[in-house]
């Protein structure tokens, strides 16, 4: 399959399928960058909460990089 077809695929996938494409891709991306990955992994062993973020602070970050 061309790279041709495939944008035409996902031009025509609905907008939350997009979005589920897209993260997959990132994660393929990011997956493959080890100073990533020790970031992210540092992050994830964190036992601090005054370095937690709430999930309502979440959905206001994530809200934010929608607009």
Do not use: H, N, T
Request: aromatic share 4%.
């Amino acid at each position: 399959m061309s790279i041709e077809v495939l944008k035409q695929e996902l031009a025509g996938l609905a907008p939350a399928d997009r979005s589920r494409i897209m993260a997959f891709l990132l994660s393929l991306q990011d997956g493959q960058d080890a100073a990533y990955r020790r970031v992210l992994a540092g992050k994830i062993d964190d036992r601090d909460p005054k370095r937690w973020v709430s999930i309502d602070e979440l959905d206001r970050r994530l809200a934010a990089k929608k607009d």
